[in-house]
């Protein structure tokens, strides 16, 4: 690294040089043959005041930079520091266009020829990285960095950051290093000429290639081979006395603490497996379920040479068993298991589909970012699962064109055979003792469209989502965008995409469709206009729905709306939409068909074309049977919606097909299937009571244990509820007198609690006029006030956020009801708005309860309250994670006292202390209660 480089950050009065935003701080850091050899800062004077939320980011004001001098009088010695140096970033566009910007005022041309971007380099160098922000890159790879948004720390931190960098890409194999320089040359002068000086230092030097990998047809990957399952000689019977589980845990755990429940629920967990019976178990917070179910059945897959499958509800969960729990139990247990992760196909790469694509020099930037990703992440992964990489949006397209097909076309001829990560997936699921795999897949494999092993013994986590997750996996949606891409990826014949490289190797081989390409042209250009037309139709249903203020609108699609002309106008379009795809589609799968009989005249890109257009086929399909589902010929006991978003509202507008009752699916295909099924969640009782939860999955007529596990912590001490008594009842007030209300009230009660608070909303335009509220009030400048749904970012990125500042507020609604795991002093309290009724106009819970009325019941009874107090038990949930933890919980929803069905979510609740006063007597009540913890 003997070229000089220099990290540049910047603070501004905005983000637009050209709208008269100007530059408040600079610092330079100077990089000479691999080591920061200076830094340059400077406050600069603006000429304009700085607006309060950058000096609140910043914590630059005005009368810090009204003695700082104006850029044109350090532009000179800024000229000097950046001339023949490479220009380098996080984000290199912004510091770019301002200094540039700014030189050019001054009278100096650019001297940046060169530039490198670190977050376009973080995302090839580290592929699995979850965040490319600059502060979590930093905390990842522990460097310092303690004033984020002030120049000086920004810029040491990327200096740092692009030091590491550096050192990652040189430790890359010389085949790695020179496909990246081939992608770079096409895409980017500053990526090239670093790969290029990486690449011609390495080249001077015989490359000693790790033990850890292997060069395969010109890539580099990590070896891997298949595990050898080793036999427990002697099968071991299961500690089924206390004391011999607690000797076995103390050997490992040296500061293990006995906890009965947890013992209690191994019992329960290995007695259904062993006798063949159904369980549903609901364990209270601090038992140690994971441990609980993991540990019996282990004992039992090995000792009865039988496969279990554990189910958990997200992806993040079924990594999180593989990396933390299940590692601790091969420590403790005292014989060997094995264990696999499933998926489906579509989650793991197609090594020869990604070969052939690297033949390409078409590519986009974002398209030759990704290819260069992904060679890095091979020399990382031993999975092959697209779960690992962090892709852009550009990057899913891509992926799609070189994951794994459903259908393997000429396996004989795919050189890739023996490396192919799925089937070793596959393979090692087939002779895995435990076999982790999520809801959705355990559902697709009840369906028959994923292949499994035969398992009969299963133990569902995280079981009170299980009724849902059966219903969005074996529901149905269509979306315009969803289409749109699906069109552009197939393109025209002049497009150069899938028709143009099909229509080439069938010309090449002299082969004679009946459907001339001419014809799917203008079939392809028909269907785009159908589509939009047909969009189009769904949007004006949508219209009349949005609220003012809202953003969002679902509309039910119920008998009545099927006899109405507008429907009618809607199933017309999708009808000719649908026969538009027929055409196409057969005109697709008639190419494939003489492709495939001439497979030996094939080339190996043309093997890979063959692949990637029939699992397009595959998904186009599956557009039209969603689109006949739905819409032409749906089915009676089918709930059917339209949902949308104001804005981008084309791009935005799905039509959603979910069965009415997804526990007849359930109930035929797992539980009267399965040997054994253990259900376990801490929320699956109402009034001590599984039947509300039995009858919705479907194992209500099935023999089965029910045992309630309550939690070990002592509740009285732990938490306490507070119920203001002055708030006014919603049905009395408009949603903006509620929303006032809610406001100061959020307000007192966050000075009281000092931050670290969750407000939990069931509405999103309440939530929405609440923030806006407490953010013109000023009473919370001190506070980080967070918004779901209305600041940018994630659901984890808020949560990120909302644990790094101790004064802190995130408003949420449903996802943030369960599902968050904050320990300690990062969540002190949590505020309940509203206790969670599903709105009587959303799509599902209206056609259930609309069923059950039918029925002869009352859907109140039997289905609004049991759904509420179960979600109200997971929002309480989040509050007491841990021994150590906490917590004041509120609820301002007066009807928890006011009404008969209120006191079904007060006895919901562990055993706690509950006040209720006016709100000017409760915050002194607060203070002293939080004082004395």
């Known amino acids: 690294m003997d070229k000089r480089y220099v990290t540049v950050d910047l603070e501004t009065t905005g983000n637009s040089f050209e709208k008269g935003d100007r530059i408040i701080q600079i610092s330079i850091v100077i990089l000479e043959k691999g080591k920061m050899i200076d830094q340059y800062t400077s406050l600069v004077n603006p000429g304009k005041p700085i607006p309060d939320f950058i000096q609140e980011l910043t914590g630059i004001d005005d009368q810090m930079v009204s003695k700082a001098p104006r850029f044109e009088d350090i532009a000179d010695e800024v000229w000097t520091i950046l001339d023949q140096s490479i220009f380098v970033a996080h984000n290199v566009k912004f510091d770019l266009g301002f200094l540039g910007g700014e030189l050019t005022n001054a009278g100096k041309h650019r001297p940046m020829n060169l530039t490198l971007d670190t977050v376009e380099l973080a995302k090839i160098l580290l592929p699995c990285s979850p965040s490319y922000k600059l502060q979590d890159l930093s905390d990842q790879m522990n460097l310092i960095h303690n004033n984020p948004h002030q120049a000086d720390s920004d810029a040491m931190a990327t200096a740092e950051l692009f030091l590491l960098l550096l050192k990652k890409a040189e430790s890359l194999p010389l085949v790695t290093l020179e496909m990246l320089n081939r992608l770079a040359e096409n895409v980017d002068s500053g990526l090239a000429f670093l790969f290029g000086t990486i690449l011609a230092q390495k080249q001077k030097n015989t490359e000693d290639l790790p033990a850890h990998l292997e060069i395969f047809r010109g890539i580099a990957l990590r070896k891997s081979a298949d595990a050898k399952k080793e036999v427990a000689l002697i099968p071991e019977k299961f500690p089924s006395q206390r004391d011999e589980k607690a000797n076995l845990f103390q050997q490992y755990f040296h500061h293990f603490s006995l906890r009965e429940g947890q013992f209690e629920m191994m019992d329960t967990v290995y007695e259904a497996l062993t006798s063949n019976t159904h369980a549903l178990i609901e364990a209270g917070t601090g038992i140690g379920k994971t441990i609980a179910y993991l540990f019996p059945g282990i004992y039992f897959a090995v000792s009865h040479n039988k496969q279990v499958a554990i189910s958990t509800y997200t992806v993040h969960l079924q990594h999180q068993l593989i990396e933390n729990e299940l590692d601790k139990l091969k420590n403790l247990i005292p014989f060997p298991f094995t264990t696999a992760l499933l998926k489906g196909r579509d989650h793991y790469i197609s090594l020869f589909r990604f070969e052939q694509s690297l033949r390409e020099n078409n590519d986009s930037f974002d398209e030759a970012i990704t290819k260069m990703k992904i060679l890095v992440w091979l020399v990382q992964t031993e999975t092959g699962d697209v779960d690992e990489l962090n892709l852009s949006g550009s990057g899913t397209l891509f992926w799609e064109k070189i994951r794994h097909p459903n259908r393997i076309v000429h396996q004989p001829k795919d050189p890739w055979h023996k490396k192919d990560f799925y089937l070793r997936a596959k393979r090692q699921a087939f002779q895995a003792d435990i076999i982790i795999m999520n809801h959705a897949s355990l559902i697709k494999s009840l369906e028959g469209r994923m292949d499994i092993p035969p398992v009969e013994y299963f133990i569902i986590d995280e079981a009170h989502q299980l009724e849902k997750a059966a219903r969005n996996t074996y529901g149905a949606r269509l979306g315009y965008r969803d289409v749109k891409i699906m069109l552009d990826r197939m393109g025209t014949s002049e497009k150069q995409k899938l028709l143009y490289k099909l229509e080439k190797s069938v010309k090449r081989l002299n082969l004679e469709p009946n459907i001339h390409v001419l014809e799917l042209d203008e079939a392809l250009k028909s269907l785009d206009f159908e589509l939009k037309d047909l969009f189009l139709l769904m949007e004006q249903l949508l219209l009349q729905q949005f609220k003012k203020g809202t953003n969002k609108a679902q509309v039910s699609i119920t008998n009545e709306t099927r006899l109405e002309r507008k429907w009618q106008s809607i199933v017309l379009s999708a009808e000719r939409m649908a026969a538009g795809q027929r055409f196409i589609q057969k005109g697709m799968e008639e190419r494939l068909a003489l492709l495939e009989k001439s497979a030996n005249k094939l080339t190996p890109e043309e093997l890979a074309l063959i692949g990637e257009t029939a699992g397009f086929c595959e998904q186009w399909k599956t557009i039209q049977t969603n689109l006949d589902r739905l819409m032409i010929h749906p089915k009676g006991e089918e709930i059917v919606w339209i949902e949308g978003e104001k804005k981008q509202l084309l791009n935005r507008t799905f039509i959603y097909g979910q069965p009415l009752e997804a526990n007849r699916f359930l109930s035929e295909k797992l539980f009267a299937a399965a040997k054994s099924a253990v259900l376990t969640s801490a929320s699956m009782t109402v009034n ?108 984890q990125r808020l949560l990120k956020t909302f644990q790094q500042f101790a004064k802190s507020i995130l408003l949420g609604t449903n996802s943030f009801w369960e599902g968050i795991d904050m320990n300690g002093e990062s969540l002190s309290s949590i505020v309940v708005i509203r206790l969670p009724f599903s709105h009587i106009h959303e799509p599902v819970a209206a056609a259930k309860m609309a069923a059950i009325k039918a029925a002869g019941k009352n859907p109140f009874s039997a289905y609004s309250l049991p759904n509420a107090i179960i979600q109200f038990k997971q929002g309480f949930g989040r509050l007491i994670r841990n021994e150590a933890d906490r917590g004041a919980f509120f609820v301002f929803d007066r009807r928890i006292v006011t009404t008969m069905y209120g006191n079904a979510f007060l006895r919901s609740l562990p055993p706690i202390e509950v006040e209720q006063k006016p709100l000017k007597q409760l915050i002194p009540a607060i203070e002293q209660w939080l004082a004395n913890q």
Do not use: W
């Open 688 to 795: 001590r009571s599984f039947k509300f939860f039995a009858e919705e999955c479907g194992i209500q007529p099935f023999q089965k244990i029910e045992k309630i596990i309550e939690s070990p912590y002592d509740y009285k001490k732990k938490a306490k509820l507070f119920i203001p008594s002055d708030l006014p009842e919603i049905r009395t007030v408009t949603g903006d007198e509620y929303a006032e209300a809610i406001a100061c009230h959020l307000i007192a009660i966050a000075n009281a609690v000092g931050g670290r608070m969750l407000v939990l909303f069931t509405s999103h335009e309440m939530l929405r006029k609440t923030h806006n509220l407490l953010k013109d009030s000023n009473e919370l400048n001190e506070y980080v006030l967070l918004a779901h749904g209305i600041l940018s970012g994630s659901r």
